[in-house]
């Protein structure tokens, strides 16, 4: 039974580039969530994708978008990167009907330069 | 006020040593609580639920303490493979999952 799995899991940008981030969740999981971890903080919400669409989100700007496709797996979408955008991305997976805790992916570790 | 709080350390352990960790919330509707250790460049892994019985996992005992809002982490007989770091995660939900994590304490255990 896989985990959850992200894509890729390196990636180095420039500024005022646009990237995709993938993850597909555990088998079973219906509800993504995406977080952004600078280093040395904790991850911080972006937002979570339930039944395709974005039920709650962060304190992040517009730049951050996402998707969710009918097989659950989700995408994050970050527009006019920034310096600041250097961060692991970490997206996390649960099923929404029950009331075990969500399990995190290994991450995308971005560089924008 | 930080809706999640910790102390970052880093806290440095000999081995055998017991060590606690102290995390405060701000949101008395809060309703569950996590301990997650995230090793270094690793995502983070659920370390163990916390209830307001108080629950034990072997060397790992946590608690919660709602009129004082914080949660608390207590290793007994730290081990070298403890060093990382500790992430004290907050859930409100309110019809759907707000997960708040602290900034994280990070232990090192050593020889």
């Known amino acids: 039974d896989a985990g959850v799995t992200q894509s890729p899991t390196h990636l180095i940008k420039t500024r005022g580039q646009q990237v995709t981030l993938r993850c597909s969740p555990k088998s079973g999981h219906d509800t993504v969530s995406w977080y952004q971890q600078a280093l040395g903080q904790g991850p911080q919400f972006i937002f979570q994708?339930?039944?395709?669409?974005?039920?709650q989100r962060g304190n992040f700007p517009d730049r951050f978008s996402g998707h969710q496709f009918p097989n659950y797996s989700s995408e994050l979408n970050v527009n006019a990167l920034l310096l600041g955008d250097s961060a692991l991305y970490l997206c996390?997976?649960?099923?929404?009907?029950?009331?075990?805790?969500?399990?995190f992916g290994p991450g995308t570790r971005l560089l924008v330069l | 006020r930080k809706e999640v709080e910790q102390d970052p350390g880093p806290f440095n352990v000999p081995e055998g040593a017991t060590v606690a960790f102290n995390c405060t919330y701000s949101?008395?509707?809060?309703?569950?609580f996590f301990w997650y250790r995230q090793d270094c460049r690793k995502e983070p892994k659920l370390l163990m639920s916390v209830y307001s019985s108080g629950n034990e996992d072997g060397r790992f005992t946590a608690q919660l303490n709602r009129a004082s809002q914080y949660i608390s982490l207590l290793i007994r007989d730290s081990k070298l493979s403890d060093s990382a770091t500790y992430l004290c995660?907050?859930?409100?939900?309110?019809?759907?999952?707000?997960?708040?994590f602290g900034t994280g304490t990070k232990l090192q255990v050593i020889p």
């Open positions: 995660v907050v859930e409100n939900s309110g019809g759907y999952q707000k997960v708040t």
């Open positions: 996390a997976s649960t099923f929404s009907a029950s009331m075990e805790t969500q399990y």
């Open positions: 949101n008395s509707a809060s309703q569950s």
């Open positions: 994708y339930y039944e395709e669409e974005e039920r």
